[in-house]
T-cell receptor
Framework: DGGITQSPKYLFRKEGQNVTLSCEQN?????MYWYRQDPGQGLRLIYY???????QKGDIAEGYSVSREKKESFPLTVTSAQKNPTAFYLC????????????FGNGTRLTVT | SQQGEEDPQALSIQEGENATMNCSYK?????LQWYRQNSGRGLVHLIL?????REKHSGRLRVTLDTSKKSSSLLITASRAADTASYFC???????????FGTGTRLKVLA
């Protein structure tokens, strides 16, 4: 079955540590996205990538970094510079063509103490 | 920047009733999409309406789009307890693949 896999589902880290969230898709989609969701809130765009080896900042990129070395993979690193990293992180993908829906993973809940 | 704003923020109805939620956005768009999210899960795509379309149906879902008012509505007819979830609209700024989500409507359907 095609889909997006995010791992792990739950992640706990100490303040000051960098942490990398995994996102893999086997849908052959060109575009991939990272969103952050805080309790009771909507989704805010962190980074997106339309093609391998290229990515753009979203609305809240500070304190985050990404890479897109392979079409299937778009890992997100939450750095120690991110002031409030505890949140629910969602990865999504879509075909490069416009007017196409986003396919989401089931998210990673990150808790930093 | 939050492109979309849904209202109401929360909605509670009885099973069998219709549920209507609204979305407003700020800039020109190529399309508007509606998604559903069950608690603690990823979002699931429900329906996409293009900027040149005014109405679209999918099963018990009906979506309208008014580009002059920069607004859309999602109607769920004959609601079921299983429809309990949060519903989000998402828009793409014209010419980009940058999808921006609204704040969501939390729907509770009482059995």
């Amino acid at each position: 079955d095609g889909g997006i896999t995010q791992s792990p589902k739950y992640l706990f880290r100490k303040e000051g540590q960098n942490v990398t969230l995994s996102c893999e898709q086997n849908l052959n989609h060109d575009a991939m996205y990272w969103y952050r969701q805080d309790p009771g809130q909507g989704l805010r765009l962190i980074y997106y990538s339309q093609i391998v080896n290229d990515f753009q900042k979203g609305d809240i990129a500070e304190g985050y970094s990404v890479s897109r070395e392979k079409k299937e993979s778009f890992p997100l690193t939450v750095t120690s510079a991110q002031k409030n990293p505890t949140a629910f992180y969602l990865c999504a993908s879509s075909t490069e063509q416009g007017n196409s829906p986003l396919h989401f993973g089931n998210g990673t809940r990150l808790t930093v103490t | 920047s939050q492109q979309g704003e849904e209202d109401p923020q929360a909605l509670s109805i009885q099973e069998g009733e219709n549920a209507t939620m609204n979305c407003s956005y700020k800039t020109s768009i190529n399309n508007l999409q509606w998604y559903r999210q069950n608690s603690g899960r990823g979002l699931v795509h429900l329906i996409l309406i293009r900027s040149n379309e005014r109405e679209k149906h999918s099963g018990r879902l009906r979506v309208t789009l008014d580009t002059s008012k920069k607004s859309s509505s999602l109607l769920i007819t004959a609601s079921r307890a299983a429809d309990t979830a949060s519903y989000f609209c998402a828009t793409d700024a014209s010419g980009t693949y940058k999808y921006i989500f609204g704040t969501g409507t939390r729907l509770k359907v009482l059995a």
